[in-house]
């Protein structure tokens, strides 16, 4: 039988991991405030790679990149040591009386991150780094889009003091992720398209492999008729545009109130005139669009937007309509008119994608009310897309939006395994004293009384019943 893929790289990584792991949690951030230096301090390096690989400009590097590493690390500086301490558990019930229980937070072992392109430090270093802290090795699969980026991210962690073989770069190509599925890793975090990731899971289903699959958005704005609707309009245009139209939280669907629908479109309408086509990273992205764009037409929405892949809007697109169905990494989005809130939130959560969603209005209880009804990772009240990249919070989504989260406590503690140790003081052992010399009548005279007076609210016959079966079990 052949040996798994990347073997060698898995086993040095393994062996780099163990000696990592049996650091304090502090000593492993020494590196991780290193890091952050570093990627302040290597601003042009950065932003030349991204630029050379997927054209990001170096205000999008340093804006939606940089900033937002930083914060995850620092995040990690604060934090970690708190939230992977054992925790001590307090009450317990009576029958486990003189148990000392602690929760260990251990790593997996060795993580498999297979990487992204259209944030190439960002959605790389964040969860790396996370992994590590935990405890972990990687095996860090980059995207085959952004080579170079990956080189200087590889450089970064190396010069910023991580063991050796630890963080171990594999080859960025198409089939290495698929490889990596294979590998001898414990634990897979992927971040990517809803199809690679359903093959992915299926694959790692069969290994019994846990992961976190970060995919693909179709979010729904919902403004309501008590918004302010030029913010909304503004914040719509920023949610379709970022990044190209390449970013997974884009503006998909916009459910606008059918009487602030006209002041809606007043504002966007000749920023969708003026816009020229999106330089798109690869040739299927545009095809996409493109059928997109006609699939909706067809179907008798009308195109707001130039030709080519500049950023379009379906005006009164079907609920239906594969642009409100399908994940698309385009400027590309639908307009949907509703009379009643009702009605949109039942269009909304028929779409398959469940990753973030937005909703405008002055009456801010109400929009959170609404969010409450929402199926999606996050939710944000009058803005789009940037809070969800605040350290502290989760991210991740439903549905075929993927599962798990990265980012904030929860997504470090995913990267670790709960362990309850647990510590019994004396020589009291009913049950072990019952196996050895049973007496089932006596037995349950005591468990039964046990459970009346400790969960059936009848304390006093439960302990005399509880008394009758230690007196009989004595004789």
Request: overall charge positive; some cysteine; charged content about 20%.
């Amino acid at each position: 039988m052949p040996p798994p893929p990347f073997a060698a790289e898995a086993a040095a990584c393994r062996a780099a991991q163990v000696a990592w792991a049996a650091l304090p949690v502090r000593e492993r951030l020494h590196a991780v405030a290193a890091l952050r230096k570093l990627v302040v301090a290597r601003v042009d390096a950065l932003v030349a790679a991204a630029k050379e690989d997927v054209g990001r400009t170096r205000v999008d590097v340093i804006g939606t990149e940089l900033l937002p590493t930083g914060a995850a690390l620092k995040f990690l500086e604060r934090s970690a040591v708190r939230t992977l301490a054992p925790r001590r558990v307090g009450r317990r019930p009576l029958w486990l009386f003189g148990c000392r229980d602690t929760v260990h937070r251990r790593p997996w072992g060795v993580v498999g991150v297979i990487g992204t392109w259209n944030y190439p430090i960002y959605l790389n270093v964040g969860p790396i780094a996370q992994a590590l802290v935990a405890g972990n090795g990687v095996l860090w699969k980059p995207s085959e889009l952004a080579p170079r980026t990956a080189d200087v991210t590889a450089r970064l962690f190396a010069d910023a003091g991580f063991p050796a073989g630890l963080l171990t770069t594999l080859p960025a190509t198409r089939e290495a992720g698929p490889q990596l599925a294979d590998a001898d890793v414990d634990y897979v975090l992927f971040t990517g398209s809803d199809g690679v990731g359903r093959k992915l899971a299926a694959r790692l289903g069969e290994r019994l492999i846990p992961s976190t699959l970060e995919l693909s958005g179709v979010d729904a704005m919902f403004v309501l008729a008590d918004a302010d609707v030029k913010l909304a309009a503004r914040a719509a245009w920023f949610g379709l545009t970022l990044n190209r139209g390449q970013t997974c939280l884009a503006v998909r669907r916009v459910f606008v109130h059918r009487s602030r629908l006209a002041e809606f479109l007043a504002v966007l309408e000749p920023l969708l005139r003026a816009a020229g086509p999106a330089a798109l990273v690869t040739p299927g992205q545009a095809a996409l669009h493109a059928r997109l764009v006609a699939d909706g037409v067809e179907r008798g929405a009308t195109a707001l937007g130039g030709d080519g892949a500049s950023p379009t809007l379906l005006l009164n697109a079907a609920p239906d309509a594969a642009v409100c169905r399908e994940a698309a990494f385009s400027p590309v989005g639908a307009v949907l008119p509703f009379d009643d809130v009702d009605t949109a939130v039942s269009q909304a959560a028929a779409s398959p994608f469940g990753l973030g969603a937005s909703v405008f209005s002055a009456d801010t209880r109400a929009a959170e009310e609404l969010a409450a009804r929402i199926p999606a990772g996050s939710v944000t009240v009058n803005d789009v897309i940037a809070p969800t990249a605040h350290p502290e919070t989760p991210f991740g989504g439903r549905g075929a939006s993927g599962w798990g989260v990265t980012q904030g406590p929860e997504g470090l503690l995913a990267l670790t395994v709960p362990q309850v140790v647990t510590v019994r003081r004396g020589t009291f052992r009913p049950h072990a004293d019952e196996a050895v010399a049973p007496d089932p009548e006596a037995t349950a005279d005591v468990l039964h009384g046990l459970l009346r007076a400790t969960y059936g609210g009848e304390w006093w016959g439960g302990l005399r019943q509880l008394l009758r079966g230690v007196r009989r079990k004595r004789k």
